[in-house]
């Protein structure tokens, strides 16, 4: 039983197109984030979301959205692909802490990783 | 600016050696800081979290160390084995929400 799943494991897309990577969680956690490990394997989050607060790495393009249809599902929507999007985006879950830092001091369970390829 | 560094980038061993991983980060104000192994081509798998009101955490085999005046922590791995190859990276959670990664320490061990 994956904790922390996402789908597709592998995207290849053409510029300019829209996509998805869906992210689901079961362990009952509160709190989901986006990862974007780049080919110099640099990992920088890009969203927190813990089901009434979104926090936005602000070097992220608006072209990205995240989308929660439910406490275990973070959906990534990303619109107008570049070539540099291609790169390794990963989910994650954790434990909130009901603090306002959203980033708190509870381990955080990663998926196995997308990784989108732009042609 | 908020950095974080690591050293060495890469690090072959053969088994059974005690080792140890530095992390370097510029500023001092963190909220905590997290050790992670990535296995090729899966996630991360969460390691040990030292809150920054922390000096070490243990678990097993490895522990941490967080000394934030000098902007420093460590990750002790003791009588390594072949299973403990992979990358380990270090993150550090700073107070105004930022989270930022080094790039990992590549770890071998030889059997």
Redesign the interface.
């Known amino acids: 039983d994956t904790a922390?799943s996402q789908t597709p494991k592998y995207l290849v897309t053409q510029m300019g197109n829209d996509k998805s990577i869906k992210c689901e969680q079961n362990l009952g956690h509160d709190t989901m984030y986006w990862y974007k490990q780049d080919s110099?394997?640099?990992?920088?989050?890009m969203f927190s979301y813990n089901n009434k607060e979104l926090?936005i790495?602000e070097t992220v393009p608006n072209r990205f959205s995240p989308k929660s249809p439910d406490k275990a599902h973070l959906n990534l929507h990303i619109n107008s692909l570049e070539l540099g999007d291609s790169a390794v985006y990963?989910c994650?879950s954790s434990q909130d802490c009901g603090s306002r830092?959203?980033?708190?001091?509870?381990?955080?369970?990663?998926?196995?990783?997308t990784r989108l390829s732009i042609l | 600016k908020q950095e974080v560094t690591q050293i060495p980038a890469a690090l072959s061993v053969p088994e059974g050696e005690n080792l140890v991983l530095n992390c370097s980060f510029t500023d001092s104000a963190i909220y905590n800081l997290q050790w992670f192994r990535q296995d090729p081509g899966k996630g991360l798998t969460s390691l040990l979290l030292i809150q920054s009101s922390q000096r070490e955490q243990t678990s097993g085999r490895l522990n941490a160390s967080l000394d934030k005046s000098s902007g420093r922590s460590t990750l002790y791995i003791a009588a390594s084995q072949p299973g403990d190859s992979a990358t380990y990276l270090c993150a550090v959670v700073y107070n105004n929400n930022d989270m930022r990664f080094g790039a990992g320490t590549r770890l071998t061990v030889k059997p």
Do not use: R
């Open positions: 922390v110099k394997k640099f990992l920088k989050i926090i790495n990963f994650a830092v959203t980033i708190c001091n509870q381990p955080q369970h990663f998926g196995d990783g």
